[in-house]
């Protein structure tokens, strides 16, 4: 979906913020695609830049909800485990499968059971057959596990690990997508909130500052500038000002605020 439609969409909706960019948005058209050329930088009143401004918040409020939304429906991507940790396992399995296939037969445990009655004979000769003869069935089994597992691994090694760890490229291949777009995304967030509750009032307080100080205009100022564009051209001519001026007028509008706030905790006490 491309932004238009993501705007449109949200505005059908009813949403307040996407109505005003949607009516800010060219119609579309058959040279849609090309870009519009930029107004020339020219002096602009501050009731037209507060219309800029309003377009930009309502442009960065969409911005936050549609990264949200995204974000909200990204398909969830677990972390794959490590391919070494994978294959450590798939190998402790094949040892303790063919640990348990070379297992002593019926007929061999029935003949160590007999060996070990034989040991505890009082002939010293009868002890040291069945000892030399326990040892011979406990290395022919040693014997046929090592064998067997020599051979599962080589298997192993030659055909399952490869698939192994093209499965694990392909996990941690789709990980990364899925991480760099949330990532992506919550910057997005992060850079319209920050738009919303940090520089939208500052570039507005400041020119607040110049109206109070008798400034009335931005000189060299594109109309369809952006917020960086609109905040450093007021920053510009916030700067020029006296600074016993800016100081003056920082003083009373702080004045005119705290006074404001008493009296709106006055009447909200007075209504209790």
Request: glycine share 2%.
């Amino acid at each position: 979906m491309d932004y238009r439609s993501f705007v449109t969409e949200k505005a059908r909706a009813g949403d307040p913020a996407a109505l005003r960019v949607l009516d800010m948005l060219p119609a579309p058209g058959r040279n849609q695609e090309r870009t519009a050329p930029s107004a020339e930088p020219r002096r602009v009143s501050f009731n037209e830049v507060r219309a800029r401004i309003e377009v930009i918040r309502a442009e960065q409020e969409v911005r936050y909800e549609h990264s949200r939304a995204e974000r909200a429906g990204l398909q969830r991507v677990a972390q794959p485990a490590a391919l070494d940790d994978l294959l450590a396992v798939e190998r402790k399995r094949i040892q303790e499968q063919i640990a348990n296939a070379t297992e002593f037969s019926d007929v061999e445990r029935a003949r160590l059971a007999r060996l070990a009655q034989e040991k505890r004979s009082w002939n010293p000769l009868a002890r040291a057959v069945a000892t030399r003869a326990q040892a011979e069935l406990r290395d022919a089994r040693r014997s046929r596990y090592d064998s067997a597992v020599v051979k599962a691994m080589r298997k192993f090694e030659e055909r399952a690990v490869p698939q192994i760890a093209n499965r694990v490229a392909a996990e941690e291949r789709q990980y990364r997508q899925f991480a760099s777009t949330s990532l992506d995304l919550e910057e997005q967030m992060r850079d319209a909130r920050a738009a919303l509750r940090d520089r939208i009032p500052q570039v507005e307080r400041r020119m607040l500052v110049l109206e109070q100080a008798g400034v009335s205009q931005l000189e060299d100022c594109n109309i369809n500038a952006n917020l960086r564009q609109l905040s450093a051209a007021i920053d510009r001519q916030y700067r020029v000002l006296p600074e016993a001026i800016r100081r003056d007028v920082e003083s009373r509008i702080r004045s005119e605020h705290h006074n404001r706030d008493r009296s709106r905790e006055s009447i909200s006490m007075g209504g209790r």
